[in-house]
């Protein structure tokens, strides 16, 4: 990649995805009434386990998400504007 790409930004979004989850959790168990006659409770379980196990899994450091972002080599840089 070197060749070809400049790195730009190397983030580990792994420390906000704890928080993320179990605010989709939330959102998630506040909204079931309106979606259990669709999905059934099957889905809800399975569902809540996903959420609640990412999170434990964040919060223990044991998964991380990393968001890489490169540009083209040549690629003119954006104008820095300062108020």
């Known amino acids: 990649m070197e060749p ?3 790195m730009e ?3 580990n979004f792994g420390p906000q995805y704890d928080p993320t989850l179990l605010s ?3 959102n998630f ?3 079931w009434p309106h979606l259990k006659d669709k999905y059934g409770e099957r889905f809800h379980r ?3 386990y996903y959420l609640l196990n990412s999170a434990g899994a964040f919060r223990a450091r044991a998964q991380q998400l990393w968001q890489i972002v ?3 080599k040549g690629t ?5 504007r300062f108020s």
């Open 29 to 31: 168990e506040k909204a």
């Open 9 to 11: 930004d190397w983030h």
């Open 46 to 48: 399975m569902w809540r």
């Open 70 to 72: 490169f540009t083209r």
């Open 4 to 6: 070809k790409f400049v």
């Open 24 to 26: 989709w959790h939330a």
């Open 76 to 80: 003119p840089q954006p104008e820095c």
